[in-house]
């Protein structure tokens, strides 16, 4: 099992005070190493406390979080593989439980998630759902979506979730029209495509009136907002949060929860 790396702006943050601070204390100006000390103690102690003061996740999110980071994701192969994972992909903890509290401040029955990955954020969902709830789960690679998939069945509220395994577009694209529209929308699959997603949400009927679309990574380890080159990902991201801000269909807020999550609901809704 490695530990996983920091990707989020204040983990990463945290990460370089901290090899600063251990650069200065070893032979800097005192004053400058115990304030480089204090600012590390600012940034790192804040994803641990939130967890502290966060609702603690149910005995199957901690099972399947635990499985997701003791499987060996570089040494991957086989049937089913289809994209590069990492263990850093899973929302996890706070994140999970700002989703349940979305899903409550909804009522939501139905919920669609674009990007499943192990099934943290979907198993999350699921559990705050009534028993009649559901959540469609979209992902991509077959043999990630098993992997959940053998999570979920240890989980009472697994019943809940409805597997579709292939490019999230296509499942969108047959999801319109054919059965009631989702009160809520997680989109946390490929980030080149965010638009696509969105507008096919928005325009192929998936949203109901009063429904609300949460995207993952908005931040994008502080990518949009950083001078300097972007990779495909920050570019992606960039581009997706100027489209959206323009966007006269949607209002939205840009939340600086762990790597950044911006919910979005139609205008006058
Ligand atoms: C960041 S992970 C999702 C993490 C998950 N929501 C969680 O909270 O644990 C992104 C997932 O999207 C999937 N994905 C990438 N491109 C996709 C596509 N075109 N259609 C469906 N899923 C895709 C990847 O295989 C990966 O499992």
Redesign the pocket.
């Known amino acids: 099992m490695t530990a996983a790396r920091p990707v989020t702006p204040s983990t990463i943050l945290a990460h370089e005070l901290a090899e600063l601070s251990a650069l200065a204390d070893g032979g800097a100006d005192p004053e400058l190493a115990a304030r480089l000390r204090a600012a590390t103690a600012l940034a790192a102690g804040l994803e641990p406390y939130l967890g502290r003061c966060t609702t603690p996740e149910s005995p199957a999110l901690a099972a399947l979080a635990r499985r997701t980071r003791e499987r060996d994701w570089a040494g991957r192969a086989g049937d089913g593989v289809?994209?590069a994972?990492e263990q850093e992909?899973?929302?996890g903890h706070v994140e999970g439980q700002v989703l349940r509290f979305l899903v409550h401040a909804t009522r939501a029955r139905r919920v669609l998630?674009?990007?499943?990955?192990?099934?943290?954020?979907?198993l999350a969902m699921a559990e705050a759902l009534p028993e009649d709830g559901e959540v469609v789960a979209?992902?991509?690679?077959p043999d990630?979506a098993r992997f959940a998939q053998e999570c979920f069945a240890a989980s009472p509220a697994g019943g809940r979730i409805a597997v579709r395994v292939g490019?999230?577009?296509d499942t969108l694209r047959d999801l319109a029209g054919a059965g009631a529209p989702f009160d809520l929308v997680?989109v946390?699959?490929?980030k080149a495509?965010y638009r696509a997603y969105l507008d096919a949400i928005l325009d192929g009927g998936l949203l109901a009136p009063h429904g609300l679309v949460a995207v993952?990574n908005t931040l994008m380890q502080g990518e949009p907002y950083l001078p300097g080159e972007r990779s495909g990902n920050g570019a992606a991201i960039a581009a997706f949060n100027e489209a959206v801000a323009a966007d006269p269909r949607v209002e939205q807020v840009l939340v600086p929860l762990r790597d950044g999550l911006t919910l979005i609901r139609r205008a006058g809704s």
Request: charged share 20%.
């Open positions: 289809v994209v994972l992909m899973l929302s998630e674009v990007g499943m990955f192990t099934g943290y954020s979907a979209c992902e991509i690679d990630v490019p999230a577009l997680f946390d699959a490929d495509g993952d």
